[in-house]
């Protein structure tokens, strides 16, 4: 602790005698959450050097991966970089990368930036109290929006962030970019609640474990998606019965479990992608993708996945005011995951497809 007080007086973020009368007899942490309230965005990125440094982990003792990967905090300290290079293996038929490469990626950014400002490498993104109290985060919405595929060979770049969202969660934000042309090809948003990782109970974010991340966050709201009305904001109602596609009986494999336990988010959208209509996947190519997540999935449930257009052919809605879009080459659709054994909802979605240019 008093390496990390030093540190931030150096770089002029606090003042060493104040901090440490204040910070005295708490954790390592404490000197952050101490100042952070005072510290400007042009300084977040040293607080989180210093926390690197107290950790063992310094600019010059970077472990392995850290120095391998193509990532880093932006001169701020706000948000996160990273570079990946499309692989052949991330390709589906089209010769483009998945929606699921594309959400994997999204997962694998914000992991490497919660480790970049020093949080824990043994759970996603947990900070200091959250471990202590066996605190874990879990998806509640996603939101992606994809403009142009990327292509195997091609380098994409993702920047992400977070912030507070209410008393209940946090949010997270990405923006991608075709790193050669520098063009937005997708943005995506995210929210998350924290769970008791024994009881399986949702808890509210303490003012402890909020203090602890909010340091890294920018000062005022930063949106990927700052338009009014857009597709994130959007509910997604259930869907009616009796569906029009459907698969039934899907199950976990044990390469869908991640370390918190439960189905990963990202396999969900496999799930609801497996009862979509072959003509439209044979025509059509993924443009949005909603999800809300309303029961976590364990290694024995079976899934049953059920889709039906939102638009029905004599132009009523499935469930929703919205109204008929004039574009016709824009298929719209509702998703809904259940259990097979209780018929409980576990997830449901809304998807955009877009006519495929071959």
Known sequence: MAEMLRFCAAAGLIR???AAAECRGRRRWAAVRCSSRAI?????????????L?????AEGKGLAERLRLGSLVPDGLSYKESFVVRCYEVGINKTATVETIANLLQEVGCNHAQSVGFSTDGFATTPTMRKLRLIWVTSRMHIEIYKYPAWGDVVEIETWCQGEGRIGTRRDWILKDLATGEVIGRATSKWV????DTRKLQRVSDEVREEYLVYCPRTPRLSFPEENNGSLKKIPKLADPAQYSRLGLVPRRADLDMNQHVNNVTYIGWVLESMP???????????ITLDYRRECQHDDAVDSLTSSEFAENGSTNGTATTKPHDQELQQFLHFLKSSGTGL???????????LIR
């Not at 400007?40 to 690197?52: F, I, L, T």
């Not at 072959?278 to 949005?288: C, S, V």
């Open 278 to 288: 072959q003509k439209i996947i044979d025509t059509h190519e993924l443009q949005t």
């Open 40 to 52: 400007p965005g042009q300084q977040a990125a040293d607080v989180a050097a210093a926390s690197r």
């Open 54 to 58: 107290v950790a063992g982990v310094g």
């Open 194 to 197: 924290m769970m008791n990782q």
């Open 345 to 355: 909802e576990i997830n449901r979605g809304r998807t955009e497809w877009r006519k």
């Open 16 to 18: 060493y005698s104040e």
